[in-house]
């Protein structure tokens, strides 16, 4: 892992302390010529970390170069952070499904028939259910569930940042990864994990760790 | 916003095409010298965007720069992302309280006891007691929630990393952001916002934003 030199980071730390700051200025806080300074300059401009305002001078940048940090996060994928999906049938009675829920200690179940999606039943669901006077013990999830094609997919080889924007967009906990099979005239899904907003939190913790 | 030359560009693949590649190959490929080829490797590998292997070659590295990104996302603030907590009081009924939830589409309710944090309930909690055959009609909320000092709470100062890393730590959807008062010898919680996985998954998008 290449780290910033150590004349790199008092750059940085003095255009954090007094910007803006030509390059004059900073060459004379150095004790160096401008020249020499131009190489470390190029290097944290290069990299997003500062940013030239012509005739301003160095600013502190917030956010780095637009192609490192967009590049790293578009190329993580579904499959590199998906868990595992809880499935059930939609004949199974909402109370036995809230129990199995928690069991799982998920958010959202998926409900396959035959193997492939049909729905997605989510706490949120289920609640509304249980305020709404319904006898939980009679009726079968089926009833309650969101039905295919009004489920918000994801494939395995989709990149976790459009799993993110489909949760936020679609107003969504939790979304099937899933694979197209195509039968006759048919495209059906079989469920091969999922992508919550659990996922996306556990991966923003990974990109900021230090390791 | 300083893009990589065409140059760069050109490097990157044929690294990611050929990954390892020497410099001596890169050079050959691209009609240069090597010593015309140093600064353009040199500003990749300074960036994290190309890893030097010794004796190996060039490889494509797939976590930018150290540096780089975790300065990035850890001077993200909890108060750049928080949004408007939903509160109330304990006297609620459960029931009223669920309905207030949904009103609301928030996932978790803060409870304040004359201005300050007591406690806190959640989508989770309201579905529990309401398969547990509770009469939600009847039972105040303040019997079901989680009472302080047990609630997970981060400052506004504190870090949207720190923030996610607790939620992920301690499972729960939604923390309190605080602002702590001294009352003589105890210290209170004023709720000034609130951070929740779908936060954090909001700010991942924007991070993954090609704005």
């Known amino acids: 892992m290449i780290k910033l030199s150590q004349r790199q980071k008092e750059i ?3 255009v954090k302390e007094k910007q803006p700051i030509t390059s004059e200025q900073l060459a004379g806080k150095l004790n160096l010529t401008r020249a020499a300074l131009r190489p470390d300059l190029a290097i944290l401009t290069m990299t997003g970390i500062l940013e030239a305002k012509p005739k301003v001078g160095y600013i502190y940048s917030k956010k780095p170069s637009y192609s490192i940090l967009y590049d790293y ?3 993580i994928k579904a499959k590199d952070i998906m868990s595992k999906p809880v499935v059930m049938d939609e004949e199974t009675k909402v109370y036995d499904a809230i129990v199995y829920l928690f069991l799982n200690d998920v958010g959202t179940l998926f409900i396959e028939n035959k193997g492939y999606l049909v729905g997605a039943v989510s706490r949120k669901d ?3 259910t249980a305020i709404g006077g319904t006898d939980m013990h009679q009726v079968p999830t089926g009833v309650i569930m969101t039905r295919m094609p009004n489920i918000i997919w994801v494939e395995a080889g ?5 799993a993110a924007k489909k949760i936020i967009e679609h107003e969504v906990d939790s979304l099937p990864v899933v694979e197209k099979v195509i039968e006759g005239s048919k ?3 079989k469920i091969v994990g999922k992508i919550s907003k659990t996922n996306i939190t556990k ?3 990974k990109l900021g760790n230090d390791v």
Chains 1, 2 share one sequence.
């Open 12 to 14: 940085i730390d003095l």
């Open 73 to 75: 996060i578009r190329n």
């Open 126 to 128: 289920f609640l509304k």
């Open 158 to 162: 989709d990149s976790a940042y459009l």
């Open 187 to 189: 495209e059906l899904y």
């Open 203 to 205: 991966l923003f913790v």
